[in-house]
């Protein structure tokens, strides 16, 4: 947490230069793991799980009216359950990478903005774990899991101003993440939902 938020300050010192907006997000992921194993078969016992992200950065306007470029650093945990009868196991996982996106504000009434979001990021696992009847796996040496995916999103957000200069947000995202080249039979994906909350400041 002290390192998310020592990168927090060094994004805001930069936005400072040159962004309109610096902002916090934090919230829940409910992923579905889209599983195929090397014969391209999938895993039907998989269930959705749960887990947080975070994400920092900044805003900057762009020169069409209304919209504005995002850039930010995003912590996902992307979580599953599964089993039967004889086996049960789950996977946890955490990526960190970038996202870089477009905001578009579509609606003004009094202290609320509505806007909607579209957003392509790159991440990368630092740490994940797979629980096989008590025993625990590690994933990062597994190929499926490891290497860099790519993250399109979609969202809706509206914004509430509080102060001149801070504003709390309430979202809804979804996106996919899938590795961008894997030659290994095993494949995954996630389906993410995510509910986001955040805490914006202007900088202008």
């Not at 390192?3 to 579905?32: D, M, P």
């Not at 996106?101 to 991440?123: M, T």
Request: proline share 2%; hydrophobic share 35%; net charge positive.
């Amino acid at each position: 947490m002290k390192k998310l938020l020592l990168l927090f300050v060094i994004l805001c010192s930069l936005g400072s230069l040159q962004a309109q907006e610096v902002y916090f997000y934090t919230g829940k992921n409910y992923t579905n793991y889209d599983y195929k194993s090397g014969f391209g078969l999938p895993n039907p016992s998989l269930q959705a799980g749960t887990g947080n992200f975070y994400e920092m950065g900044y805003v900057k306007p762009l020169k069409i009216k209304n919209l504005s470029y995002t850039i930010g650093l995003s912590l996902n945990e992307y979580n599953a359950l599964g089993g039967n009868t004889a086996n049960s196991y789950s996977w946890n996982t955490q990526y960190i990478g970038i996202q870089n996106g477009l905001v578009y504000s579509f609606l003004n009434y009094k202290d609320f903005n509505f806007v909607v979001k579209g957003g392509l990021g790159l991440s990368t696992l630092i740490y994940g774990k797979q629980e096989l009847n008590g025993t625990y796996y590690d994933l990062s040496s597994q190929s499926e899991f490891s290497g860099l995916f790519i993250q399109p999103s979609l969202g809706l957000e509206t914004k509430y101003k509080i102060t001149e200069k801070a504003y709390l947000s309430l979202g809804y995202a979804y996106s996919k993440s899938a590795k961008i080249s894997d030659t290994s039979g095993e494949k995954v994906a996630f389906n993410t939902n995510q509910i986001q909350f955040g805490l914006h400041f202007s900088i202008k």
